[in-house]
């Protein structure tokens, strides 16, 4: 029953935003550290208690690494930010998450998705950064290599939600986030959360 409920409520708020994004689905692995994880939205409620707790701000620009097919993408476009930025490692489930985000209703800022792998990119724009167990250590510690690398050329406070945070060591290792809370839902043990931020600039 609580499954159905899920469901539902999920259902509800797709078609309130216009967009689908149901369902599981095993990305194609052709990223550098071979260590890509499943994709599955997270519940529409997580999303947003935790999209609350990030505090967001007018200047931020929003990454979600292993966006998907859209969902937290599309919740942080209804937020009055900068723009959103989709990492999707699968061509085919990066082409879900454009439609979606051309379809959803209500947007504030503009969103891109980007095909890649997200161990390669530059985020010398990134303020927050949402990952929902996109990937593997290997991976988690090349992006906050080159996050970290991007701060060093342009000095700036930023802050991450991990979702399902199995690869939590590579924060700790990093030597220059901390970690602010975590979070534990009732009820949703794939919806743990810590959050990390740097020092600020």
């Known amino acids: 029953m609580l499954g159905l409920m899920k469901s539902a409520h999920n259902w509800i708020w797709d078609r309130r935003l216009g967009v689908r994004t149901a369902g599981e689905f095993k990305p194609l692995d052709t990223s550098l550290h071979h260590d890509a994880s499943r994709s599955a939205p997270l519940a529409y409620h997580l999303i947003s208690r935790y999209i609350r707790l990030l505090a967001l701000k007018p200047d931020d620009v929003v990454y979600d690494l292993g966006c998907g097919t859209g969902r937290p993408l599309c919740m942080f476009a209804r937020q009055n930010v900068v723009r959103c930025v989709g990492v999707e490692l699968d061509p085919a489930i990066a082409a879900i998450a ?66 399902t945070p199995e690869a939590e060591d590579a924060f700790f290792s990093a030597g220059w986030l901390t970690r602010t809370r975590k979070v534990r839902p009732l009820l949703y043990p794939s919806g743990v959360a810590s959050f990390w931020q740097s020092a600020a600039c």
């Not at 800022?109 to 997200?118: L, N, Y």
């Open 98 to 163: 454009r439609r979606n985000a051309s379809q959803l209703k209500e947007a504030r800022s503009e969103i891109s998705i980007i095909h890649a792998d997200a161990a390669s990119l530059d985020y010398s724009d990134g303020t927050v950064f949402w990952i929902y167990n996109s990937f593997g250590s290997a991976t988690m510690t090349a992006v906050l290599a080159r996050i970290r690398a991007s701060i060093d050329q342009q000095p700036r406070e930023v802050r991450f939600c991990y979702v």
